[in-house]
Every structure is written in structure tokens, then in C-alpha cells.
């Protein structure tokens, strides 16, 4: 499992609650649904494994009428820096780590209930706090309350996600482990909207919290965005549900990360929009459906090739939900030893570009994109974490890069966009962070 994905302390979770911790778990262990029937049974199923079938768009529950206008809607997220330490990088100890969050508003049920979430690439599910949870954790937070929405359907399993619960009958209950704690909730089926997008869809609705993290996140729930293999089934993924429902002008969203807390941020859904770009977008296609996750060619210093994905391409997952980069440890350490950042910071205005080589182009970080600075000193912003097969070995790209590079996600035609990110400070005309390859003056060294 991820175990060498550094614990928090003090335990703040990472941007997405629903983040590496127990992305890569899922991956490794599964994800155990205890069902409470008459002859109880215990059956563990991978989230990546799980409803492979594109079928899901069918099964999402209708909700609009046919003649509904398709729509965009433009969601202002907050950003909130966080610090932490984490103990077990393989080569910098006690490391203190500077990272940011981001988090928007969503509401549920009729009446509405409102809840600020983080929206998450890398993960497949709602999950919200509900009433029925006192643990410090919940109480903390806004609750969902079933019994308030005239549209609430309890649930009784994931595979069948029309079923109300029996009076007095069984129902699942999922249990989702994190890195520093866990949660467990039963299964709601309400109105889901994003300002004026509504769609009706499944979700957990957490019962129980471990106090850590939860209790110190600053946001209320998770809203997971990956593609429908890592929801926990039919219906759960609320973004199909709302393409099944012909809500959206076009079937994708898009991300701006704001680079200071005085930025804007945002996630648009239906549309990308032009003026958050400073290049033009291109595309990748999803190499792997579940993560939204692509092929990466090779790493590069200054521009030249360092040959660290030769025997295959590098595999990417683009994930908003994870507020650092990471990557195998044998090429992590790699990267410490080439760019030799020194702990002291003496070496920082001397060091190189760092890029990712996707899709003919190179997407390139400064060294304060891609090196940790405190007080406590130096330190490169990449930590070491080891998926194993068939998903890994996987890199993350978080938030450093995506304060760097725009990206939309197309659901219907499963790729990936990229473009710089048009920051105050981006002079489009002079960028030299993303090199085209396809265009003859540049030349990529060996």
C-alpha cells in the first residue's frame, strides 16, 4: 500500500479529503462495505475495479425534463494555505511542507442545504457529513439532514441504487479508510446542484468520523470528480448524472487554480474559458480510465530529456484533490540527486526549470514551483509515493502544477487539456514554461 505517503502532523488533510491517502489505499487494499443482512457478510471490492461499463450514463436517475437548457456555471472556489510536517520522506526528515486548498459551495436536498466541498479529480464519490454523525469530526462541520429535504430517498445498497431502505430492514454501510483516519456512511439518494446545474444522484452520507483529519479540514465533504470506475456504483457519480441528464452545454469542467489567496479560483462546468489560458490548449487522451490519468513520455532539466521513463511511459494522474506532487521513489530521488537542491536554500536562484514531457509538449516549473521554501530551508516539493500494478507506479500532479497549467476534462471524448495558466505576471507572447515540440525552432536535447 501507499505507506510511504508521509502522515500528517499536525493532521491536516491533504486539499482533497478524499485525497492520495485514500486514493491509493483503494488502489492497493480495496474498500470494505460491511452489509448488515440477516447472514452478514464482509466483501472487498477495489474502487479502480469498479463499473467499468460506460453503461453508467444510462443508469444515472432522470431528473430534467427533456427540453432543460443545457448550461454553464462558473464555481469560485476558496484557496487556503496550510503548513505541516510529514517524517517519512526517503531523504529529507521532519521536512516542513507548504501547501494550499481548494474549496467551493454546493447544495443538497429541497430544501437546500448547502456545503462547502473540495472538488477532487482523483476521486469518485459525494461525501458529506449527516446528521446522524456526532463525532467531534461532524460536529465540526455543516450536517446533512435527511429528514429536512422533501426529495431524500434513503438507500438501502450501492448495487441497487433505486432501493429505499425497508422499514426496519437492512441497508450497506461503505467504510473509506484514509492515511490518518477513516470514515464509514450509509447510502442517500437527493438533488445535487452546482449554482443552477441539478442533477439527482447517489452519495455517502457520513455516520461515523475519525477526529483525525476531519476535524480540522475547513471544508464539509468531498466532491469527486474522477471518471465513473472509482465510484461506489451506479448513480454515484454525480457528474455523469448530470451528463446522462443533457444538463451541460458541453460534457466537461475546467480548473483555474488562483496562485496567491488574492487570485481568483475556479472550477467551470460545460465550458473552458479562453481568458484563463495564456497558450493555446492542447489535448492527451486518458490513458487509463478511473483517474483521470495520462501518459508522460519523460522528465526534463532545462529543457533536456533525463530518460527516467525509458522502459515504458510514465503514467500521470491529474488531481485536483491532492495538494502536492508525487511520484515512485526511484525516480523522485532521481530528481533530488540531478537538481541537488540545497537544504540552505544557497542554490535557489541558480536552479534549473523541472519538466513534464506530455503529449509533445513540456510543461515546465520554476524552482519556486517545484521546491519547497521556509524558514526551516529547502527542499524539493515532490514526495515519494509507490502505487503498485496495474495502476502504478503513478505520479501525481497536484496543486503546484495545476496553479501552473489550466486543464479541462472531457468526459465524452475521455482526454485531458492542457494550457498555461494566464496568472497576472504571464506575458503570453514571451512564456517559455510550455514548449511546443511540434514547432520546428525548438529542440529537445538528449
Known sequence: GPQSWP???????????????????????????????????????????????????????????????????TVRLKRKAIKYKHKHHMKFTNQVVHASEYFGEISI??????????????????????????????????????NASKTAVEIAFADSPDKA????????????????????????????????????????AATEESDEPFSLVPFDGIFGLALPQMSEGPRFNVFDCMVRDKTLKTNLYAFFFGATDD????????????NRMASPLFWVPVSNPGYWQVEMTDITIKNKKQNLCEAKHCQVAVDTGTSLMAGPTEVVNALIDRLA??????????????????????????PEEYVDRGEDGCSLALMTLDIP????????????????????????????????????HINPKTQTALIDLRETHHTLRR
Not at 544557497?346 to 506530455?358: A, I, K, Q, R, Y
Open 165 to 204: 431502505v425497508d422499514k426496519g430492514g437492512d441497508r450497506d454501510v461503505v467504510t473509506i479508510t484514509f492515511g490518518t483516519g477513516e470514515m464509514s456512511g450509509v447510502f442517500i439518494k437527493d438533488t445535487v446542484c452546482i449554482g443552477g446545474l441539478c442533477t439527482k444522484a447517489n452519495f455517502v
Open 263 to 274: 487570485e481568483e479560483s475556479e472550477i467551470t462546468f460545460g465550458e473552458w474559458r479562453q
Open 341 to 366: 537542491v540545497s537544504s540552505d536554500c544557497s542554490n535557489f536562484e541558480t536552479l534549473p526549470d523541472m519538466g513534464f514531457l506530455v503529449g509533445d509538449h513540456i510543461l515546465n516549473l520554476k
Open 109 to 146: 436536498g429541497s430544501p437546500a442545504q448547502k456545503f462547502v466541498v473540495v472538488f477532487d479529480t482523483g476521486s469518485g464519490n459525494l461525501l458529506i457529513p449527516s446528521k446522524q454523525c456526532n463525532d467531534a469530526a461532524c460536529l465540526a462541520h455543516k450536517r446533512y439532514d435527511v
Open 389 to 424: 500494478p496495474p495502476k502504478g507506479p503513478l505520479f501525481i500532479f497536484g496543486d503546484p502544477f495545476l496553479r501552473k497549467y489550466y486543464t479541462v476534462y472531457d468526459r465524452e471524448n475521455l482526454k485531458v487539456g492542457f494550457a498555461l495558466a494566464q496568472h497576472p
Open 7 to 73: 502522515p500528517v502532523d499536525p493532521p491536516v488533510l491533504l486539499s482533497g479529503a478524499d485525497c492520495c491517502f485514500r486514493r491509493l489505499l483503494s488502489v492497493a487494499s480495496g474498500q470494505v462495505r460491511q452489509g448488515r443482512h440477516p447472514s452478514v457478510f464482509t466483501r472487498t471490492k477495489s474502487c479502480t475495479m469498479l463499473w467499468r461499463n460506460l453503461s453508467l450514463f444510462l443508469l444515472c436517475t432522470p431528473f430534467v425534463a427533456a427540453e432543460t437548457l443545457s448550461q454553464t456555471q
